[in-house]
């Protein structure tokens, strides 16, 4: 299995001498790993090039299946794992930027105070990424709009408000309330958060076609646009906490709010120890933000 794991990392990372520094191999020993699975498949796999390593067209065929054996296998091993007990294991989730800045690092610090051997492996993504993570077998559980979520089970953790992020000086922030049709001519700076956002879920239901100018995946560089007066944006609350941004925030009407879930393929494929993660989750909701 060493072998499929290595080509996972060297596909991951982009190059041998990476993926073999963070596996704990030689360089010479990942080559081997590689031309053993080529010789065994009587298929090149990969091609090196100065700039890195790609599939080669036959091995992007393969990969796949590659992949979703190597993450079986983990699974595999991870629930041998869970029936020892929990002095080890590893944690695979998937998240989103407002999550992982206000509400992970308490979670993780009890949670490894109670479990210091389980190690958590963090993938940053959107709605879209995050749910093909959890189908592919790629993380085991990922946080998640449950309205974007397709072919997948999620439980409902918390509701919170989207608000209009303007630069100070904009004339719309003299107003208590922004009304979502004052917001349509103005050069709009569009969060990338996959195929559903839901911003433009209500600008829809409104007959509302924002002038979107920009899209971003990163809230903090859109904080930074509409600081530089380059649009407006609409944000969530949760991620607008303890920023520094010389900017707006008000509400919007009609209002709009966003609801966090966790998604998750079924209940028996979740380890033991993300269902410990999960559960500690649920018990300490109400008091995050």
Not at 181 to 187: A, G, T
């Amino acid at each position: 299995m060493n072998r499929y794991i290595a080509l996972q990392k060297i596909i991951e990372l982009g190059s041998f001498s990476k993926a073999a520094e963070a596996l704990g191999y030689t360089q010479s020993a990942m080559s081997q790993m590689i031309t053993s699975l080529e010789n065994e498949f009587s298929i090149k796999l990969v091609n090196r090039y100065r700039t890195g390593t790609k599939l080669t067209l036959e091995g992007e065929e393969l990969y796949p299946y590659i992949d979703s054996f190597a993450n079986q296998y983990r699974t595999i091993q991870e629930k041998i794992k869970e029936i020892k007990g929990l002095d080890t294991g590893i944690i695979r989730m998937g998240t989103i930027s407002s999550i992982s800045v206000h509400w992970l690092p308490g979670l993780l610090k009890e949670f490894q105070a109670q479990y210091p051997g389980v190690e958590f492996v963090i993938h940053q993504g959107d709605y879209t990424s995050i749910q093909e993570w959890i189908k592919n077998g790629t993380i085991d559980f990922g946080f998640i709009n449950p309205a974007a979520a397709n072919g997948i089970r999620t439980i409902s953790l918390k509701q919170g408000d989207m608000l209009a992020v303007l630069p100070e000086n904009h004339p719309l922030a003299k107003l208590e309330v922004i009304p979502l049709k004052k917001l349509e001519n103005e050069p709009f700076i569009l969060l990338e958060e996959g195929h559903y956002y839901e911003p433009l879920e209500v600008f829809r239901a409104e007959g509302i076609t924002p002038n979107v100018k920009y899209t971003l995946h990163d809230d903090y560089a859109i904080m930074t646009m509409v600081e530089a007066g380059l649009g407006v944006s609409i944000l969530a609350e949760l991620v607008l906490h303890r920023t520094h941004y010389h900017i707006a925030l008000r509400p919007t009407e009609p209002p709009i709010t966003r609801t966090i879930a966790i998604g998750y393929k079924n209940t028996a494929s979740l380890p033991m120890a993300a269902k410990r993660f999960i559960k500690l989750l649920q018990e300490r909701v109400e008091k995050l933000p």
